[in-house]
C-alpha cells in the first residue's frame, strides 16, 4: 500500500542547514509535497515537486527528489528559530483524490 | 480574504454524544476534504467531497461517521455516539476546482476531546 516514512525528531542551531528526509512509496504520484505545521496551527503548504523534476529551489528552501530510490529531502538554509515546527512530507494516492502524509519530523531550532 | 475556517477550534464530548464538525472553505472552492491527526501522527485522509457529492470516502470509518457538503453551508463531519479512541484533530482542506489536490489549503483544525 502507499507510505510515507520521515525521521521523527532533528535539532539544529540558528544559522545551520536543515535536511529533512522522507521516503514514500507511490512512484506514481504526480507531485510530491512538503506541509509545516505549527503549534495548534493547520498545515501549510511550503512547496511542491513535480515527479518529473530532479530538484526545486525557493529562496532558502530546496527539495531534492531521487525517484530511483523513493528519496524526497527538504534543506533549510540559514534555519532560523521561527522554522521551529513539524515538517510533513505527503504524497498522493494512486486515485489522485487525496494526499498521504508521513508522522512529520519535528524540528527544533536552538539559539 | 477568509481561509478554511473550521468551528469549533476545540470541542469535548462525552462518550455516546454526537460531534458536529463544520468547515467553511476558502470562498469559490468547490473541493473539500477532511483528515484526521492522532496524537504524534501524521494525518489520515478520511473524506473528499464535492458539493452534494462524496467522491472518495475510503478513510471514513464504517460505522458512526459521516460527512456532507451540501448546496448551501459548511461542510459538516459527524461523529455519532464518540468513543474515547475518536479524540484526535479534525482538519478540513479545501481546493478550486481546477486544482484538486494539488493545491489543498488547510484549516486551523477541530480538536476534539471525548471524556
Known amino acids: 500500500g502507499e507510505d510515507v516514512e520521515q525521521s521523527l525528531f532533528l535539532s539544529v542551531r540558528e544559522g545551520d542547514s536543515s535536511v529533512i528526509n522522507c521516503t514514500y512509496t507511490?512512484?506514481?504520484?504526480?507531485?510530491l509535497y512538503w506541509y509545516k505545521q505549527e503549534p495548534g496551527a493547520g498545515l501549510q503548504l511550503l512547496t511542491y515537486?513535480?515527479?518529473?523534476?530532479d530538484m526545486k529551489q525557493d529562496q532558502r528552501l530546496t527539495v531534492l527528489l531521487n525517484k530511483k530510490d523513493k528519496h524526497l529531502s527538504l534543506r533549510i538554509a540559514d534555519t532560523q528559530t521561527g522554522d521551529s515546527a513539524i515538517y510533513f512530507c505527503?504524497?498522493?494516492?494512486?486515485?489522485?483524490?487525496?494526499?498521504?502524509f508521513g508522522k512529520g519530523t519535528t524540528l527544533s531550532v536552538s539559539s | 480574504n477568509a481561509g478554511v475556517m473550521q468551528n469549533p477550534r476545540h470541542l469535548v464530548r462525552r462518550r455516546g454524544q454526537e460531534a458536529r464538525l463544520r468547515c467553511s472553505p476558502v470562498?469559490?472552492?468547490?473541493?473539500v476534504y477532511w483528515y484526521r491527526q492522532l496524537p504524534e501522527e501524521g494525518l489520515k485522509f478520511m473524506v473528499y467531497?464535492?458539493?452534494?457529492?462524496?467522491?472518495?470516502e475510503s478513510g471514513m470509518p464504517k460505522e458512526r461517521f459521516s460527512a456532507e457538503f451540501p448546496k448551501e453551508g459548511p461542510s459538516i463531519l459527524r461523529i455519532q455516539q464518540v468513543v474515547r479512541g475518536d479524540s484526535a484533530a479534525y482538519f478540513c482542506?479545501?481546493?478550486?476546482?481546477?486544482?484538486?489536490?494539488?493545491?489543498?489549503?488547510f484549516g486551523p483544525g477541530t480538536r476534539l476531546t471525548v471524556t
Open positions: 482542506a479545501s481546493s478550486p476546482p481546477a486544482s484538486g489536490i494539488y493545491e489543498q489549503y
Open positions: 507511490d512512484s506514481s504520484s504526480t507531485y
Open positions: 515537486i513535480f515527479s518529473n523534476m
Open positions: 505527503a504524497e498522493s494516492t494512486q486515485a489522485g483524490t487525496a494526499l498521504i
Open positions: 470562498k469559490g472552492h468547490s473541493h
Open positions: 467531497l464535492q458539493k452534494e457529492n462524496i467522491i472518495d
